[in-house]
Nanobody, 121 residues
């Protein structure tokens, strides 16, 4: 079993910043790509940013220049620094990790339960 737990969400005014964290625990042997996704009410879940184990990051157009994804492989943790937040960034933010489990030595995608980010205008 692998668990992903997000934290750091909350209510912030437009133009403000938040830093999200996601920790993977349980039967983790290693983690390949990690990423952040978000889902606003009435909309589909969308990609925000991803980062490979080597630290190569990719961003959705909406996040480019405002958000920064990073990770600490020793802590099995991925971060999302969000600056210049806008009301349209309001969503539940989910962490996803491609995990090589120590029990089966197979790769699986795992999701966290999400953390709410609300940006007031």
């Amino acid at each position: 079993q692998v668990q992903l737990v997000e934290s750091g969400g909350g209510l912030v005014q437009a133009g403000g910043s938040l830093r999200l964290s996601c920790v993977a625990s349980g039967s983790v042997f290693s983690i390949n790509t990690m990423g952040w996704y978000r889902q606003a009410p009435g909309k589909q879940r969308e990609l925000v940013a991803t980062i490979t184990r080597a630290g190569i990051a990719g961003y959705a157009d909406s996040a480019e220049g405002r958000f920064t994804i990073s990770r600490d492989n020793a802590k099995n943790t991925v971060y999302l620094q969000m600056n210049s937040l806008k009301s349209e960034d309001t969503a539940v933010y989910y962490c996803k990790a491609n995990v090589l489990t120590s029990v089966t030595l197979r790769l699986w995608d795992y999701w966290g339960l999400g953390t709410q980010v609300t940006v007031s205008s």
